[in-house]
């Protein structure tokens, strides 16, 4: 999908990028799109920026409306491509990314952290204009467990989750400060996931599963079609169709953002922002 200039896929760890089914705008600012989701396979969510700011950019990841994650790209280097495959613990370890199954319960006094059903079965990556304030030695809090949710509101869905894998090497990371640049809107990105069979019977796809798409052309840098993109509706919007160059498959150093950041915050307010630390990119 892309928004603004800004284009985000979802891809696995070997480069090959998910299809996006019935493409949705619900208001300016906010793109959907489905895409199949396949049983205990890890995958990266990517993005790129191919318009131009000054600021550097900065995002927040939600996995079934918990805040997992986030990644910075530095004002320097926001036209370069950024994967991230996990959420990071410490400063060399990372939960990678996994479609996994529903976990369910019947017990009525049991608690969950899904707040919001219209959050089950999504992947949220939200992107804001920051200014880089500095580095700090302060690592952000460890993600919350969404928890099992109760079968009866599990009945409507896909019977399937994402969530965190266990932990695996990571490269070594710092953390930094932001600040939100006021009066730039953030701008939003939503991937609905179920199984293919899901959504063949919903009416979401038609037919056989088609072909997986053709894996990143890397790390020979050769110029390569992004996934698809809706068609150009607001100014600012990148037309399609849209390439990137890529000379490496490994995962950006992951950036993950602290707990408790406001879902929208209000654009008058300048304070320093949330911790995050800084990814290494593809270029």
Request: charged content about 25%; some cysteine; glycine content about 8%.
């Amino acid at each position: 999908m892309i928004d603004e200039g800004i284009l985000v896929w979802i891809e696995n760890t070997d480069g090959e990028i998910y299809n996006e089914y019935e493409y949705m705008e619900p208001k300016p600012g906010r793109k959907e799109c489905w895409i199949e989701s396949k049983q205990s396979q890890n995958f990266r969510i990517c993005w790129r920026f191919g318009g131009t700011t000054p600021h550097s950019i900065k995002s927040y990841i939600w996995l079934d409306g918990i805040q997992v994650s986030g990644g910075l790209l530095r004002s320097y280097e926001v036209h370069h491509t950024f994967r991230m495959s996990g959420c990071a613990i410490g400063s060399r370890k990372r939960l990678p990314f996994v479609f996994g199954g529903q976990q369910l319960t019947d017990d009525e006094s049991s608690s969950s952290n899904l707040t919001n059903l219209d959050n089950l079965n999504t992947i949220r990556i939200a992107f804001e204009y920051v200014t880089f304030i500095g580095y700090t030695m302060d690592p952000p809090t460890p993600p919350k467990s969404r928890g099992a949710i109760h079968e009866k509101i599990a009945k409507a869905a896909p019977g399937v989750s994402v969530g965190l894998g266990d932990p695996i090497p990571a490269p070594s990371r710092r953390w930094c400060k932001t600040e939100k640049v006021p009066g730039l809107d953030r701008v939003v990105f939503v991937f609905h996931y179920a199984p293919y069979e899901w959504l063949l019977a919903k009416e979401i796809v038609s037919g056989p599963r088609p072909e997986s798409p053709e894996k990143r052309k890397s790390p020979e840098r050769r110029t390569t079609n992004v996934p698809p993109s809706t068609p150009r509706k607001r100014k600012h919007t990148l037309q399609e169709p849209i390439v990137y160059l890529s000379d490496s498959d490994s995962d950006s150093d992951v950036v993950v953002v602290d707990e408790g950041i406001a879902e929208t915050p209000k654009a008058t307010r300048n304070k320093a922002g949330p911790y995050i630390f800084i990814s290494t990119y593809s270029h």
